[in-house]
């Protein structure tokens, strides 16, 4: 039973709230002659005289005919809580209960708690006066008191719990009477008869066409509020027209029972007076509209009020969006947003206050954006930029800009000389996404030397480094270096293998190098190479220490210069040469406190000179991670694009915003799958941009099934070249020698 009054209650008083104010009227005249009815019936008078006995009269007056019809149709402002609870202490504290039919004690402790409560409630709604407009820990006390009045203070409950308890004590001796009055209550209250027929008669009369609006004031010279005509379905980006001739669009609709208030922005901004007449023309843009521009907007970045329905045209980060920048249509890309309260007329509402970061203008020819200078005129409508067709993989692209047809491109060469970076977490597509600008430099003719410690790369690139061609060249290098692994005597001031390493690890990359293979795989964690550790006594080694995979990728990344060097270019030739591709980067090139120990932190230092030294030969670096934090900045630092994936580390998101800026940064937590954020060189976006990235098969079949043909495979050594004529002959291993 409680739960039907609970639901039957609500939907009363929205039949109430719909009716125009006329019906509302006549609907509160109705119910009144009801009540005096009852009052004969229970007083034997029309009108009782006012004491406990009538108490009720007056309550279910207030209740019914003043708060829920004509004052508080839609909402309880702090101001008519606190009348009415005033109203009450008035009336419980003025009354006489010796007439009560109830005990005279109980009588008065209903009146003590009838007083203490309307006593909170009038304390609280001050507080949600007093204090509206205060910041911080007050200001949310304040919007929780202004919630607690809205619920609890409406005059319909305030009243009625009196009549309730003055109808009780004073018709106690008769249980009819009490029943009577608690009957029509529910009558009145939970199921309105009168407002049910007034409905129904206007659901059967034919509708008629939409009447004007009229124009309640103004924002701005370009923005106005206007009131539309009970029973019109307005909705954002719906065009209008004003009597004067002036036309405009919606860019925000509240909706307090179906009378629609709507925050129009011009086309022009003109002198519109209040009382204008408005009407809905049945047009809409092609893109909807989904807010206007607002306080906080700046050159790079715009601020954006709209409405949480605005969801549901599909607004989400990422997205584009346009404003005109004085009748130039510019690009931004959603970059944050937040809800905020308002009040109007002592409403709360709830907006959205969206951040976009400016773009420009899209130039289809170059495939860029362009920039547009300055900022949107406030009140600007934004249309949310969508398109009906679905992005087809385009060859010269890596991705798009989610929603759209815009792609953006990679410039493999810029890529390489100024060095890319890929960071984001685990499963979220890395890999794949160095596998794309891999197979990109090998088409443009950029050799690639991959150090890869996972194992992936040479079954993915098997049309073009098979997985047997990777072992042999192993295989090669190892049979050149397992001779000295254990020895201890001095040769050149080194022990060990760490020289037969140097040499055939040279005279590999000297032989790829000056081929026309584009690709070779290595992983610097196959090799078991040696070095002396300490001092030598007697010409021999105390103790070879193992070479890790850090100092490895050292000595192939200097001969890789050194071999670069060695090349006769063009100084004026910013072409890319070679590519060092550093996949779990944060093992082979560790920030200094992530080095096991100082052999490892000076190689990370030979690593990172190699890298900077590059550039004018050609010799540049892709990084892959996900620890942002454990790579050495040194080379981090050098690397002019980035590709910004997924994470969630503070370090990650700070290194990050030194290139993408604050606001990208924050969205980095909750970009999807394949998606990035991209800055940098070598994009053709002259910003940050959120991007949605290539699928693998698609890139695969729609841009490398074409140039596969034109890459040399990566050609197994010989077993000539499995023969170092200059390598001394090979030693037993020494089992004592500790590692």
Not at 166 to 185: D, K, N
Not at 363 to 386: C, D, I, K, M, Q
Not at 671 to 680: S, T, Y
Request: hydrophobic share 45%; with cysteine; charged share 20%.
């Amino acid at each position: 039973m409680a739960a039907a009054l609970r639901s039957r209650a609500p939907a009363a008083s929205a039949a109430r709230a719909g009716l125009p104010q006329q019906y509302r009227l006549v609907a509160a005249l109705g119910y009144f002659v009801a009540l005096l009815c009852l009052s004969r019936y229970l007083n034997g008078t029309f009108w009782p005289s006012y004491g406990l006995a009538g108490l009720w009269f007056y309550s279910a007056a207030a209740a019914l005919i003043i708060g829920e019809f004509l004052l508080e149709p839609f909402f309880t402002r702090p101001a008519d809580a606190i009348g009415s609870s005033v109203a009450i202490i008035i009336a419980a504290a003025t009354v006489s209960v010796s007439d009560a039919e109830v005990p005279s004690h109980a009588a008065h402790v209903g009146r003590v708690v009838v007083i203490a409560c309307a006593g909170a409630l009038t304390a609280t709604a001050i507080i949600a006066v007093v204090f509206k407009d205060a910041a911080g820990r007050t200001g949310t006390v304040a919007e929780a008191a202004t919630s607690v009045v809205g619920r609890l203070g409406r005059a319909r409950w305030l009243f009625s719990a009196l009549l309730f308890a003055a109808g009780y004590a004073a018709f106690a001796h008769s249980s009819g009477r009490v029943a009577a009055l608690y009957l029509t209550w529910f009558a009145v209250i939970v199921l309105a008869p009168l407002e049910s027929v007034f409905t129904l008669a206007a659901r059967r009369r034919p509708s008629a066409p939409a009447g004007h609006g009229t124009v309640q004031y103004l924002d701005d010279p370009s923005m106005l509020v206007a009131r539309l005509p009970r029973g019109t379905e307005a909705r954002l980006g719906d065009e209008v027209e004003l009597e004067t001739g002036a036309a405009g669009s919606i860019v925000e609709v509240t909706s307090l029972s179906d009378e629609p208030t709507v925050r129009v922005a011009l086309a022009t901004a003109e002198p519109v007076k209040v009382g204008t007449h408005i009407t809905l023309t049945g047009m809409r843009a092609e893109s909807p509209t989904i807010g206007h521009i607002t306080d906080g907007t700046s050159i790079e970045e715009a601020v954006i009020a709209t409405v949480p329905l605005a969801a549901e045209v599909g607004l989400e980060e990422g997205n584009l969006v346009e404003a005109a920048i004085r009748g130039t249509p510019t690009l931004y890309q959603i970059v944050g947003a937040e809800l905020y309260a308002r009040t109007e007329d002592d409403l709360h509402r709830h907006l959205v206050r969206v951040r976009a970061r400016k773009l420009g203008q899209w130039n289809a020819a170059r495939t860029v954006f362009e920039p547009v200078a300055w900022v949107p005129y406030p009140g600007e409508p934004v249309r949310l930029l969508s398109s009906d067709a679905a992005y087809e993989f385009d060859e010269r692209f890596v991705g798009h800009v989610p929603g759209t047809t815009y792609g953006v491109a990679i410039d493999p060469h810029l890529a390489v000389t100024h060095n890319t970076a890929i960071l984001g977490i685990l499963g979220i597509g890395k890999t794949h996404l160095a596998w794309e600008l891999i197979r990109r430099m090998l088409a443009d003719g950029i050799k690639v030397v991959a150090l890869d410690i996972t194992g992936r790369y040479a079954d993915h690139f098997s049309d073009v480094c098979p997985a047997d061609t990777e072992a042999a060249i192993a295989a090669a290098i190892e049979r050149r270096i397992s001779g000295n692994v254990a020895e201890r005597h001095v040769r050149d001031d080194e022990a060990g293998n760490i020289d037969d390493f140097r040499r055939a690890v040279g005279e590999l990359l000297h032989e790829f190098v000056e081929s026309e293979q584009r690709l070779l795989i290595l992983n610097p964690n196959r090799f078991e190479v040696t070095r002396m550790e300490g001092r030598p006594f007697s010409g021999a080694a105390n103790m070879l220490a193992r070479v890790t995979m850090v100092e490895i990728t050292r000595i192939i990344a200097e001969k890789l210069l050194e071999l670069l060097q060695s090349r006769q270019r063009d100084p004026r030739d910013e072409s890319a040469a070679l590519c060092l591709a550093l996949e779990e980067a944060h093992s082979l090139v560790p920030e200094w406190n992530s080095a096991t120990n100082e052999a490892e932190r000076q190689a990370v230092n030979g690593t990172a000179r190699a890298v900077l030294q590059g550039r004018k030969y050609g010799y540049g670096s892709l990084l892959i991670t996900q620890r942002t934090a454990n790579v050495t900045k040194s080379i981090l630092n050098q690397c002019n694009t980035i590709f910004g994936m997924r994470v969630y580390d503070a370090t990650g998101m700070g290194f990050l915003e030194n290139y993408i800026g604050p606001t990208y940064a924050q969205l980095l937590a909750s970009l999807h799958d394949r998606q990035a954020v991209i800055f940098g060189r070598a994009s053709s976006c002259n910003s940050p941009l959120i991007v949605d990235l290539n699928e693998s098969t698609a890139f695969l079949d729609g841009f490398w099934a074409a140039r596969r043909g034109d890459v040399p495979v990566t050609q197994s050594p010989t077993d000539q070249e499995l023969v170092d004529e200059e390598h001394e002959p090979l030693r037993e291993p020494e089992d004592d020698i500790p590692f």
